[in-house]
């Protein structure tokens, strides 16, 4: 039973244009929201988390919103850089520290 | 040497084999985890462990069995798998048990079952 969703496996989008990554649970017991960032070859490597107490969290260019009533979050990256081209996984916990993780979707960034 | 390391990276081994994944962290962190990861599916949580302590198996075959000597160690010893045991296997750590904190994790090992 997959708890943390990502619907699109793929996403393409031109530098320097508006990258949003969409992510969808089914627990409502989450509290905890985190997105990774792995490349090829590579661990995932922790990119921004946002507590169930917020509906937004920023870090330079990447924004996490949450809404917890569409039990829904995404990631905005703007503006995008090919550096970001990478798979990004949606991530949760609930009142511990085990995480459940999301399929993950593909972005590329086209120069 | 910082954070979490993995060895080897890459593997392949056979049905009979007998062979280790090794994970070190050099973060001060309390709890281990292993994931597996399938191509085009979520990572798959399989061992936590506390401070030394096992606190979850999830569902895991016993073809797989995990040791953490210490906080700063954990393996993942592989024994008569399976073709479709073929994956990344990640480990991570973090401070746990505490809440909303994150996982740092290693580079994986590409394990091939042939």
Partial sequence: DQQVKQNSPSLSVQEGRISILNCDYTNSMFDYFLWYKKYPAEGPTFLISISSIKDKNEDGRFTVFLNKSAKHLSLHIVPSQPGDSAVYFCAASADDYKLSFGAGTTVTVRA | ?114
């Fill in chain 2, 1 to 114: 040497e910082t954070g979490v390391t993995q060895t080897p990276r890459h593997l392949v081994m056979g049905m009979t084999n007998k062979k280790s994944l090794k994970c070190e962290q050099h973060l001060g962190h309390n709890a281990m985890y292993w994931y597996k990861q399938s191509a085009k599916k979520p990572l798959e949580l399989m061992f936590v462990y506390n401070f030394k302590e096992q606190t979850e198996n999830n569902s895991v075959p016993s073809r797989f069995s995990p040791e953490c000597p210490n906080s700063s160690h954990l393996f993942l010893h592989l024994h008569t798998l399976q073709p479709e045991d073929s994956a990344l296997y990640l480990c991570a750590s973090s401070q746990g048990p505490r809440r909303n904190t994150e996982a740092f994790f290693g580079q994986g090992t590409r394990l091939t079952v042939v």
